[in-house]
């Protein structure tokens, strides 16, 4: 009898995903926890585990099918499992045994096509090795990969239900000739539902102070150096994230989701902080913010900005943001507008750094000046605690002093 | 286009090129009236008389020093040295003077000069002790110098020629099994192949092999017979061993993923090790196999009887058989 494999709940906020590629074809035994079928989310890209032991009978999408969490993607017989040899029957062409104590010995080059056809370490030791001493070799590895994508299987005609929209569309974009269409990557889809989403339920209000960031840049300038020979990136958006996370232990109203049942103050405080790369906009989070020092949150910064260009953030590091901070001002914007991020009740935009002509003692001097912005859900707090917010971090800046 | 041999090929080049510029000059021993040990200057004396065939007293310091000498002062010697086992006491001469020339003046002065050195054993005649050496990974060892070994009579004549044109100092060895055992087309015409670039000899998609010289001759032999076991050898021939065409050999190394390095010379810190570096450097993802080394066994020289000789050098059977192994890993 098959069972029904589903596309699993991947994460929290995560309503479909993306058939990125079967690792495995009909007819191929399939190990539990084996990796099966590589799924795109909005943000990152998983490998779902077989949940059962047998053998796949037949795939229930197509790779480039987006599929709602919990709708069936295969068929997995579980008691046609191939044979295995008996317990005490030597297979008869088994690998050769590796060297005790040591796995199969593979060469840089077996590791490397590992990886690029995304054959897991337990499949290709398990590859009868044709080399001196059953050890597997380029060929072994290039068969499998034949053998495991098979004759290139007849696609069928796409089967798009004609979708029947609840409600006419809104006149979309029309192509007009010579215009091109660039296909939705899941991370822009995504991108687009939530910012549509914030805009359509969350009633938006903007406060924007300037702050005169002396302090913090002198200081900066002065032990950048020498905090970048002990191996740390003193950013500025270190400072904005110490910034913020005094101003949000002073109002924790700001770290907050509004809910009909009422309004929940978040106990944790996840600094999520927006990375811009090539694909779109990232939002990895620093977990526990208001607990690090400032050279712990420019470690976590630098690791999450790396991982972030590299591609290789888990699920676990774009979930559970309260409180989220953009610095536009890193592209030259000097007054910036953000999009709360659904289930936050507030999201601050740091802007340039501008030498500015200001007056100080009724005299005229030039100071670098930052504008600095909150973007707030006004159902959750007013304009007067948001200002308050922004004015705690002011004055965190503008006092700024060694020691911090 | 004519047909001749490696040794021709090289006489034609140094002919070719004292009849093209007055100031070409040969020495070396035995190089005047009686045309060289090996015949490369044959008739030359006649040719181009005493003033520009110079015979030379056995000290081989004394022939690279003079020879430096006359590049300092406009001319362009070709210096040979009669056998390459001779070459050391002319070792500080070539590498402490000619090949900092340039370095030592700022770039003001080179060093046009060409060493012509034969080298090698294997040879019917019983080279022994001082007539088998191969000295290539002294010399390459020497920023400065350029270090040359064509294996076709083609490339002997284009390189030579190369050689004789270039700014600074090149040492030229030539196998002496290669001079009368390997016949080739050559042009008549004027023609340079460029110092630098390696070439394939052979393609193949199963190992590669990186040779020079006379081991090269023995590594193509190896390979046709490594195929009937079906096993398809892509053959490098490294040509110039200083400059190292790096892009060429890793190349090969991309495609094939397995390499095989074959040299005469003792195989402790011969040449093939830089090559087996270069490799493990730059290519380690590319590999499916080590990196092997046929060459000769780390004793102090070739043998004088026939039976130890054919014992040191590598020859087309222990090729094959390490191009068996190596596919087979």
Redesign the interface.
């Known amino acids: 009898m098959p069972v029904e494999i589903r596309l699993p709940q991947l994460g929290e906020s995560i309503h479909e995903g993306t058939i990125a590629r079967w690792l495995k074809k009909p007819g191929d035994r399939v190990e539990k926890y084996e990796p099966l079928v590589e799924i795109n989310t909005d943000k990152v890209n998983v490998e779902m585990p077989s949940p059962f032991e047998g053998v796949l009978v037949e795939l229930l999408a197509a790779e480039g099918d987006v599929r709602p969490v919990g709708s069936p993607i295969a068929l997995i017989e579980t008691s046609a499992v191939a044979p295995t040899p008996a317990a005490g029957t030597a297979p008869a062409a088994g690998p050769a045994p590796a060297a005790q104590g040591v796995g199969p010995r593979l060469?840089?080059?077996?590791r490397?096509l590992a990886e690029q056809h995304r054959i897991p370490l337990s499949v290709l030791e398990t590859l009868p090795g044709s080399?001196?001493g059953g050890?597997i070799?380029?060929e072994d590895v290039l068969q499998y990969v034949a053998r495991r994508a098979g004759p290139p299987a007849p696609t069928a005609a796409p089967a798009v239900p004609p979708a029947a929209p609840a409600a006419p569309p809104v006149p979309a974009a029309a192509a007009a000739p010579g215009d091109e269409v660039v296909r939705l990557s899941p991370i822009r889809r995504t991108i687009a539902q939530r910012m549509a989403q914030s805009k359509r339920e969350i009633p938006h209000a903007y406060g924007v102070i300037e702050v005169d960031m002396s302090a913090v840049v002198a200081w900066r300038e002065a032990h950048k150096e020498a905090w970048r020979r002990d191996g740390i990136a003193l950013t500025y958006t270190a400072f904005f994230v110490r910034a913020a996370c005094e101003a949000l232990r002073a109002y924790p109203i700001v770290n907050a989701a509004w809910s009909e049942e009422g309004i929940v103050l978040r106990k944790a405080v996840n600094i999520g902080i927006g990375i811009a790369v090539d694909e779109g906009l990232l939002v990895p989070v620093i977990r526990h913010a208001d607990q690090l020092s400032l050279a712990g949150v420019a470690r976590a910064l630098d690791d999450l900005t790396s991982r972030s260009r590299a591609g290789t953030l888990t699920l676990e590091d774009v979930q559970g943001g309260t409180f989220t901070l953009t610095n536009p001002g890193v592209f030259g914007s000097i007054w910036s507008m953000p999009i709360i991020v659904p289930g936050q009740a507030a999201i601050l935009a740091t802007d340039a750094i501008v030498r500015r002509a200001v007056v100080r003692d009724d005299a005229i001097a030039i100071r670098p000046i930052m504008h600095l912005g909150l973007s707030f859900d006004h159902r959750v707090f007013d304009g007067a605690v948001a200002m308050r917010f922004l004015n705690h971090m002011k004055a965190w800046f503008e006092g700024f002093r060694d020691g911090d | 286009m004519p047909e001749m041999r490696l040794l021709d090929a090289i006489r034609q080049a140094m002919y070719e090129e004292m009849r093209r510029d007055p100031r070409v000059i040969v020495l070396g021993e035995d190089v005047g009236p009686k045309g060289g040990v090996f015949g490369a200057t044959d008739g030359f004396y006649a040719e181009f008389g005493e003033g520009r065939v110079l015979d030379t007293p056995l000290a081989e310091s004394s022939i690279v020093g003079v020879a430096i000498g006359m590049a300092a002062n406009g001319m362009i010697p070709i210096a040979e040295i009669q056998f390459s086992d001779f070459i050391h006491p002319a070792f500080n001469q070539i590498v402490s003077e000619a090949a900092r020339m340039r370095y030592r003046s700022n770039g003001g002065f080179g060093c046009p000069m060409v060493i012509r050195a034969p080298y090698g054993g294997g040879v019917e005649v019983h080279g022994g002790l001082y007539h088998s050496q191969s000295v290539e990974a002294f010399f390459a060892h020497v920023p400065g110098l350029k270090v040359v070994t064509p294996y076709t009579p083609y490339d002997a004549k284009g390189l030579l020629k190369a050689a004789i044109r270039d700014p600074d100092p090149v040492l030229f060895l030539e196998h002496k099994r290669l001079y009368r055992a390997i016949r080739g087309e050559v042009p008549e015409d004027d023609y340079v192949v460029p110092i630098g670039p390696a070439t394939v000899r052979r393609q193949g998609t199963t190992l590669s092999v990186f040779a020079y010289g006379q081991m090269l001759h023995e590594a193509l032999r190896a390979s046709d017979e490594a195929a009937r076991d079906g096993i398809e050898a892509e053959v490098v021939d490294l040509r110039t061993l200083r400059p190292l065409d790096a892009e060429t050999i890793l190349a090969s190394v991309r495609k094939t993923?397995k390499a095989l390095i074959v040299y005469e010379d003792n195989r402790f810190m011969g040449f093939g090790a830089e090559v087996a570096a270069l490799i493990a450097e730059e290519a380690?993802?590319?590999?499916?196999?080590p990196v092997m080394r046929v060459a000769g066994p780390d004793v102090p020289a070739v043998p004088y009887a026939d039976t130890l000789a054919g014992a040191f050098i590598p020859t087309a059977a222990k090729i094959a058989g390490a191009m068996r192994?190596l596919a087979?890993?």
Not at chain 1, 107 to 110: D, K, N
Not at chain 2, 284 to 289: S, T
């Open positions: 060469s840089p080059l077996v490397r080399g001196a050890r070799t380029k | 993923n380690f993802e590319a590999l499916d196999g192994q087979a890993y």
